[in-house]
């Protein structure tokens, strides 16, 4: 067994519901394992390797309790669902729906049972959303079809730029303007999503902290909330991660919030905050996250 410890120390961090409790030993080719308790109480020896790839993200309570909910042949919208493709780590797993028009779409079942998709698209693309306005754009006309099979739409915004957004985006309130004229905050923009959590908890948004910026942040409680969109942070995972230890050794608790547009409701991002306190950090993985 080799005496050397683990380049980066994961105690204090959570894994889908594991809990890092504290380092154990490294095994093998320089691996490190870590002591680990799950949030049913069960407590374990767990590899820092599959725990940040995802590979494990419970002690198996997690796959007990997704297995139990079978949605086979259940509607969904426009959607029934026919048979599990994939597992997906902290999200459950992938179902293959078909849809009304024909279609078939793979869907997360958190997308299923929380309502967030209900077609393969095609709801979405018989709308017809020219001329009508949402926030700060007006949709003019029909783009292209995206990866997904929803239409993109192309708009013109206040400020006079144009943008191509994603009918579902609009239809949503997700997306309201060009995302280059809206409000600025110690010179950079200020998201959606950092609005609804500030006035959620009553934040500041953008605090400055050393040479970054928080989204939302409590410094009287150094409590940081950051919101990680799909987009921005897909493939940014070590990064993140290193910002996280980055935070917390200088004394903040911190809420990672991981989404393309949703944010939690008041009461989840609350106990959140409350384990965040306790643990040093939380992670909060909202439905649409792999969409």
């Known amino acids: ?22 380092f154990s030993e490294m095994r093998g080719k320089g691996i490190s394992y870590w002591d680990c308790v799950c949030e049913c109480g069960t407590r374990r020896i767990v590899s820092g390797k599959t725990l940040k790839s995802g590979e494990s993200c419970s002690c198996g309570c997690f796959h007990k309790d997704t297995v139990s909910k079978n949605l086979t042949g259940q509607r969904f919208g426009n959607l029934i ?3 599990v493709i994939k597992k997906v780590p902290h999200d459950g797993y992938v179902w293959l729906c078909k849809c009304d028009c024909g279609n078939t779409k793979d869907v997360l ?6 309502g967030s998709v209900k077609s393969c698209g095609c709801l979405t693309t018989a709308l017809d959303l020219a001329g009508q306005r949402f926030g700060k754009l007006v949709a003019k006309r029909r783009s292209h079809v995206g990866r997904w099979g929803s ?3 192309g708009c013109l915004c206040d400020c006079g730029k144009e943008a191509t ?14 995302g280059n004229c809206g409000t600025r905050i110690n010179g950079v923009l200020v998201s959606q999503q950092q609005k609804k959590l500030a ?24 409590i940081a909330i950051e919101y990680d969109g799909w987009w921005w942070h897909k493939n940014k995972k070590e990064r993140d991660r290193e910002r996280v230890i980055e935070l917390v050794k200088k ?12 944010v939690p409701t008041y009461n989840t991002l609350q106990k959140a905050m409350i384990d965040a306190v306790k643990s040093g950090h939380t992670e909060i993985i909202m439905g649409d996250w792999n969409e």
């Open 165 to 178: 957004v994603r009918g579902r985006s609009l239809v949503c309130g997700f997306t309201a303007s060009c």
């Open 151 to 153: 239409w993109y739409w």
């Open 251 to 262: 004394g903040w608790r911190v809420v990672s919030i991981k989404s393309r547009y949703e």
């Open 1 to 22: 067994m080799s005496k050397k410890g683990p380049r980066k120390d994961l105690s204090g961090l959570v894994f889908g519901r594991w809990t890092v409790l504290s």
């Open 109 to 114: 079942s958190s997308e299923l049972t929380k």
């Open 81 to 83: 669902t026919q048979r």
């Open 199 to 222: 006035k959620m908890i009553g934040g500041q948004m953008n605090y400055k902290e050393g040479r970054s910026y928080i989204d939302v942040a409590l410094p009287d409680k150094r």
